[in-house]
């Protein structure tokens, strides 16, 4: 069984950076999903594809948050990251990891979704 666990802090500062790990258990992220995505949603802003990450390294991010957020493979613990600068109360939000099926900002049917995480942007 395919488990993905976000993990992270609840709570960050205005202009700080907010960074995000999904765990990946029940299955390689170099073998066994050609995408790997991170998702937020907000009562603002609704569900929002913020970028993906490919079994071999290669990024794509949503053209909104492009400027600012960095996705990255940590093979050696079978997990990925996310890192977003700068942030705002505006990112205020539940942040998802997922994986299995394809990616971009209409893309939602992916296979492996983790729980979700709640961070807060707030001083």
């Known amino acids: 069984q395919v488990q993905l666990q976000e993990s992270g802090p609840g709570l960050v500062k205005p202009s700080q950076t907010l960074s995000l790990t999904c765990t990946v258990s029940?299955?390689?992220?170099?073998?066994?999903?050609?995408?790997w995505s991170w998702i937020r949603r907000s009562p603002e802003k609704g569900r929002e594809w913020m970028g993906a990450?490919?079994?071999?390294?290669?990024?794509w991010f949503n053209p909104s948050l492009r400027s600012r957020t960095s996705i990255a493979l940590d093979t050696s613990k079978n997990r990925f990251t996310l890192d977003l600068y700068t942030v705002t109360p505006e990112d205020t939000a539940v942040y998802y990891c997922a994986g299995g099926g394809g990616f971009g900002p209409q893309f939602f049917d992916y296979a492996y979704w983790g729980q979700g995480t709640q961070v807060t942007v707030s001083s």
């Open positions: 990450i490919s079994s071999g390294g290669k990024t």
């Open positions: 029940g299955a390689s992220i170099t073998t066994d999903s050609d995408y």
